[in-house]
């Protein structure tokens, strides 16, 4: 079946500029996540949400960045205002809903964001 | 101090070497335990879960001390194919986000 989808795969914006990055979760899948990985680096949390809910938004790394998922499937995250120390590789996961065990969360290609 | 701790290598061996690669994680309420896998450009790929009994898949072993916060990696008889970087990832609370290391990279050379 389809995996994680993100779109664009890649993305280059002017400082400044405001960005928008897509996340189709695997069908059904409850959890979503958002990870930002730097050159490098492991992928660092953002967000997350249980369906339309953001229960977890404590890895945004300032109020530049929203994230929403308003029918709890399709998110978006949004960064106002680039900067340079946004570029990265902008990652979304989804995880099933199963609440008696850890969900394995499968992870989309990915968004490779350069803030010029 | 990170979360999670990783030696970023690279190692470089050759085919049929056995390699270890060690994590130690600093958050003693951590539940889950996971090497992940991911290869350049690519997204991360969970390649096995790690229990304190210890744990083979086929060349690989994975092990858990919860008493150090260690946790490792064994890969016997490499190949080609296994050069790629390897996170340790610690899970906090169930359905919850994942914690990953700074990863490890292997080179497996012929």
């Known amino acids: 079946g389809a995996g994680v989808s993100q779109s664009p795969r890649y993305k280059v914006a002017k400082r400044g500029q405001d960005v928008a990055l897509r996340c189709d979760p695997i069908?059904?899948?409850?959890?979503l996540f958002w990870y930002q990985q730097a050159l490098g680096q492991g992928p660092e949390f953002l967000t997350y949400?249980?369906?339309?809910?953001?229960?977890?938004k404590s890895g945004l790394p300032s109020d530049r960045f929203f994230a929403e998922r308003p029918e709890g499937s399709v998110s978006t995250l949004k960064i106002q205002r680039t900067q340079q120390e946004d570029s990265a590789v902008y990652l979304c996961?989804?995880?099933?809903?199963?609440?008696?065990?850890?969900?394995?969360?499968?992870f989309g290609p990915g968004t490779r964001l350069t803030v010029l | 101090r990170k979360e999670v701790e990783q030696d970023p290598g690279p190692f470089n061996v050759p085919e049929g070497a056995t390699v270890a690669f060690n994590c130690t994680y600093s958050?003693?309420?951590?539940?889950?335990f996971f090497w992940y896998r991911q290869d350049c450009r690519k997204e991360p790929k969970l390649l096995m879960s790690?229990?304190?009994s210890g744990n083979e898949d086929g060349r690989f072993t994975a092990q858990l001390n919860r008493a150090s916060q260690y946790i490792s990696l064994l890969i016997r008889d490499s190949k080609l194919s296994d050069s790629a970087t390897y996170l340790c990832?610690?899970?906090?609370?169930?359905?919850?986000?994942?914690?990953f290391g700074g990863g490890t990279r292997l080179m497996v050379k012929p």
């Open positions: 996961a989804s995880s099933p809903q199963r609440r008696d065990t850890y969900n394995e969360q499968f």
């Open positions: 069908s059904g899948h409850v959890s």
């Open positions: 949400f249980q369906n339309e809910a953001q229960l977890d």
């Open positions: 958050n003693s309420a951590s539940q889950s």
């Open positions: 790690v229990y304190s």
């Open positions: 990832v610690v899970n906090s609370d169930a359905g919850n986000m994942l914690t």
